[in-house]
C-alpha cells in the first residue's frame, strides 16, 4: 500500500501545475465483485462533490496512481466550470458529446503526463 503515500506528492505537484483551489475529497474502494468483471469500474469523480472514488481491489498500484491521476484532471475541469459545458448523464457520454469528449481526452493525456512525470522524478 504504498501507493497511498504517493497520492499526498501527486496531489501537491498537481496543484501547483493546475492551481487546484480545493483539494478532492478521495476515497479508495475495496470490491472484489468489481474487480472480476473485464470492464468493471476503475475510478470516477463525481463534480456534484468533488468526490474521486478509486476502485483498488486486486490492481497493481501504478495503475490505481494513473486513475487516480485521471479522475485529478477531472476535478480541474471541475473547477474551471468545463464539467458544467457538457451532458455527461448518458453512459456513453464520452462517445456521444463532444465537448464530454474533449474531456476526457485531456483527462487522459494530462493525467498519464502527471503520473509519467511524477514516476520520472522519482526514478531519476
Known amino acids: 500500500m504504498e501507493y ?3 497520492f499526498a506528492k501527486l496531489y501537491k505537484e498537481a496543484k501547483e501545475k493546475f492551481s ?6 478521495v476515497f479508495l474502494r475495496d470490491d472484489k465483485k468489481n474487480a472480476k468483471k ?3 469500474r476503475t475510478a470516477y469523480y463525481d463534480p456534484g462533490d ?3 472514488v ?7 498500484p501504478k495503475d490505481i496512481l494513473r486513475s487516480y491521476c485521471h479522475e485529478l484532471i477531472h476535478h480541474v475541469q471541475n473547477e474551471r466550470g468545463d464539467l458544467k459545458i457538457g451532458d455527461a448523464s448518458s453512459p456513453t457520454y464520452a462517445q456521444d458529446d463532444e465537448h ?3 474531456m ?3 483527462a487522459y493525456l494530462e493525467g498519464n503526463l502527471l503520473l509519467r512525470d511524477f514516476e ?3 526514478k531519476y
Not at 487546484?20 to 475529497?25: F, H, L, T
Request: net charge positive; proline share 6%; hydrophobic share 30%.
Open 20 to 25: 487546484i483551489q480545493r483539494p478532492p475529497n
Open 38 to 40: 473485464l470492464f468493471g
Open 54 to 60: 478509486v476502485f483498488i481491489t486486486d490492481r497493481h
Open 4 to 6: 497511498k503515500k504517493s
Open 100 to 102: 464530454m469528449r474533449k
Open 120 to 122: 520520472d522524478n522519482f
Open 104 to 106: 476526457e481526452k485531456e
Open 50 to 52: 468533488s468526490t474521486i
